[in-house]
């Protein structure tokens, strides 16, 4: 790499990459709003000459957009990412994720082709029977999976958000959280509140169950309420079980907490799941987001309340 990338002088960039359908529009609109130039589908072969360009034009923040489009540079943009990071250069990578179904879905409801499909020359949707609906699904399928091997190895070095039950606004206002003042400096921690029944985020590192906990949802009166209420935080402080679990989850960050920062861990996302996802998960991430406040970088999300 060339000396005039230096760390020192390089500022914020972001690459913004994931599943075709998992929300790279919606998150190249957020990005642009906090104050990002953002470039989409940039070759990785032109990433050094663009940053370099961005060097000598001054003092502006970069978001540059990689998906599968770029399949004949791919092999290289791994590399490139983790040469510019042992130089110093303060690159975050964002991996916008779903789960199939989501995928398969969101396809179906815009009726585009994905950009891995081996019929590309044949119109989403223009077949109708259903021998050629199911032959739809099969090379949709294997289009995903096919894109899921091809980026592998940059899901492994991004912060990763699982898109699949996420409205627009809501992935608007977690990319931003992301590259709000403090990110990027140290280890980001982000708490998240989550209902089992709508399925585990694919984007926590760790997870911990708490429908083992008394449940406020069996009181008539605290049922309509929330975790971030007076009367539902009452209510569960007085649980000895509550707060049992609350310092063994408390006390495995606070040991383990350095050691990821130690292995250069920029993000680390902690899950708390209950059966609704309303009041046992939501008061726990409150809590521990308070208690780690001191952190630098402290996120708090609850997937279910911010879908509202």
Known sequence: MSPELAASEQHDVVLL????GGGKSVAMHALEDAGYFCVDNL????LLDFLRLEQQRGERRVAIAVDVRSTGSLPLLLPLLKELRGQGVPVRSIFLDANNDALLRRFSETRRPHPLREDRDTAFGALDDE???DERHRLLMDAIQLE????GGLRAESTVI?????RPAQLRAWVADLVGPGAGTKLTLVFESFA?????????????????LPNPYYDRELRPLTGRDAPVAAYLAAQPEVGMMLGQIAGFLERWLPNFAADQ???LTVAIGC???QHRSVYLVEMLARQFSHHSHVLKRHRELDAR
Do not use: I, N
Request: charged share 25%; hydrophobic share 35%.
């Open 43 to 46: 070759p990785a072969e032109l």
């Open 196 to 212: 089992f029944k709508r399925g585990v985020p694919s984007d926590a590192d760790f997870v911990f169950d708490v429908r083992v």
């Open 162 to 166: 699982d898109t699949s039950q996420l």
């Open 131 to 133: 021998h050629s609906s």
């Open 275 to 277: 059966t609704g996802g």
């Open 265 to 267: 861990r920029s993000y």
């Open 148 to 151: 899921r091997e091809l980026l």
């Open 17 to 20: 990459t994931g599943m075709s």
